[in-house]
Every structure is written in structure tokens, then in C-alpha cells.
């Protein structure tokens, strides 16, 4: 059976950093580009981030490219996306996405507020 489980998200304060993880199982991870989407209240979902099959390409939306790095580690079928410098409009709930959209995650809310 196929799992992505997003977890990491919280409350944070302007400025602040948090850490989303991905984990993987029940297909070929490794084998495959992993999207970072995120929808914020009353929008379509947006795509934030992406890394290719193997780590060596990667692609961010231009609100976030500056601020957030995404990495993998196909050994643990993780990924991971590291936020910094978070502003309000950041403010979403985070899916991952594997296979072209095929392998969904059900999401981690995000929030950045004072």
C-alpha cells in the first residue's frame, strides 16, 4: 500500500524556520520526482518545490526560492523541505506528491503568524 506522510508543520512566528519531512513507502521511491505543493485558505494549490529522482535537480516557485531547500534521501525514502525566513503569506497546508501527482500525502498545516 502506498504512503506519503507529511509531518513537521506548526505555528511559528515571522522569521522563523520549520522543517517538513516526507515519508515514503509502498513504491518505488527512488525512482521518482517528489513535489512540494502547498494551498493556502480560499486558493488553488500551488506547486513550492521539487527535487528529481535522484537528488541532482531541483525547482522552486518564486515566492519561496531563497527561503526553502528541498533535499531527499532515497536510502530512507525521505524528503525533506526546510523553510527559513517564513513570512504569513507561507501560511498553507504543505502536501507532498510523488509519480506525477499519482501518490498524494494528506498535507501538514503550516502557519506563520505574531
Known amino acids: 500500500q502506498v504512503h506519503l506522510v507529511e509531518s513537521g508543520g506548526g505555528t511559528v512566528q515571522p522569521g522563523g524556520s520549520l522543517r517538513l519531512s516526507c515519508a515514503a513507502s509502498?513504491?518505488?521511491?527512488?525512482?521518482?520526482?517528489v513535489t512540494w505543493y502547498r494551498q493556502r485558505p480560499g486558493e488553488e494549490r500551488e506547486l513550492v518545490a521539487q527535487?528529481?529522482?535522484?537528488?541532482?535537480?531541483?525547482l522552486y516557485s518564486d515566492p519561496v526560492r531563497g527561503r526553502f531547500t528541498v533535499s531527499r534521501d532515497n536510502t530512507k525514502n525521505m524528503v525533506w523541505l526546510q523553510m527559513v525566513n517564513l513570512k504569513p503569506e507561507d501560511t498553507a497546508v504543505y502536501y507532498c506528491?510523488?509519480?506525477?501527482?499519482?501518490?498524494w500525502g494528506r498535507g501538514t498545516q503550516v502557519t506563520v503568524s505574531s
Open positions: 509502498g513504491f518505488g521511491f527512488s525512482d521518482y520526482t
Open positions: 506528491s510523488a509519480a506525477g501527482g499519482i501518490y
Open positions: 527535487i528529481s529522482a535522484v537528488g541532482r535537480s531541483t
